[in-house]
């Protein structure tokens, strides 16, 4: 198996010291190069953007007079699938529920929430077993769509409004279609043009495991924190041998259940409060050598008046400034896996 070479880019940075802008300090900072697809990360150092106290969220979190995704409104409120994908009309697996969604940003588009019962739920509460159950049913969503005709699938989520969700109540939306997203589409064609032997993500594994990125494996989902992060306090879950969504088993679903649900309680003890993840499916005529892809990174707290994590260097150079290095991300999560 060819090695993935791992490139990265030492640069000195001359600046004042904060407390002496009189005298001048060499700030040594690291490019790294991501292997497949060439996305460059800035790791810096010297600086901590992690909060130090979690922001009180009882008054966002209260339920409301109207939610369509609380238990005694989600009948009523949400509709039905065509019986074309599903015969289930509403897909339940334990306390997950996947219904239509309303948003039309995709050709087939569905709205999953993880537990109807509670309007919110805090990262602790996002358990193995209720994010195994929500993956489980999208799963089950994605195979109907995929009997209408195989297309581009993915599995995505925000969480609270600093990540772009509107709703409180804990949800996640899938997107199918025959065009797929920018990302997506990417990942797929350079693993599929990758010039190694097999399959780049089996090589990827291989490579990281045991490595200080390397926090573990459940089943056939290998977990690690990424070369060359895209976003904060990034982890990766690979599952072997799925080359799209249509091909997770439910052990799969409940294995990236406790791997997102320990990912969570490390963002909960890092006093973070929003996330993003999304879960890439491999298209409509999905390659041995792409497997899929969840990841998952934490987003800006929801302060009044918050900072935002996106700045020109995310949103219009597509470069991730990290202040954490993946290695000690891995390690702080790694403990929640075992
Ligand atoms: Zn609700």
Known sequence: MAAISLVQHDIVARVPELTDPTSTIEVPLTVRVDPLTGHTSRIITGTRLAPESRPDLTELTATPAFCPFCADRIETATGRFDAAITDEGRIRRGTAVVVPNVMAYSEFSAVGVYDPASHFLDLPELTAGRVGDLLGAFTAYTKGVHGVRPMWSSVNANYLPPSGSSLIHPHAQSAHDDVGTTIQRDLVQRSQAWDGDGSYWDALVAQEEGGDRW?????????FTPWAPVGFHEVWAVVGG???????????????????????????????????????????????????????????????????????????????????????????VRPQLG
């Open 215 to 223: 926090i573990g494996r459940r089943g056939r989902v290998s977990v």
């Open 242 to 332: 799925a080359h799209d969504i249509t091909d997770l088993t439910d052990d799969d679903c409940a294995d990236l259940g406790a791997v997102l649900s320990g990912v969570f309680q490390t963002y909960y003890g890092l006093n973070l409060t929003s996330f993003n993840w999304a879960m890439y499916g491999g298209g409509p005529a999905p390659s041995e050598r792409y497997s899929v892809l969840l990841r998952v990174v934490s987003r800006s707290n929801i302060d009044p008046f918050y900072r935002s994590d996106v700045t020109y260097f995310e949103h219009l150079h597509a470069e991730a400034m990290i202040d954490l290095a993946p290695e000690d991300m891995a390690a702080l």
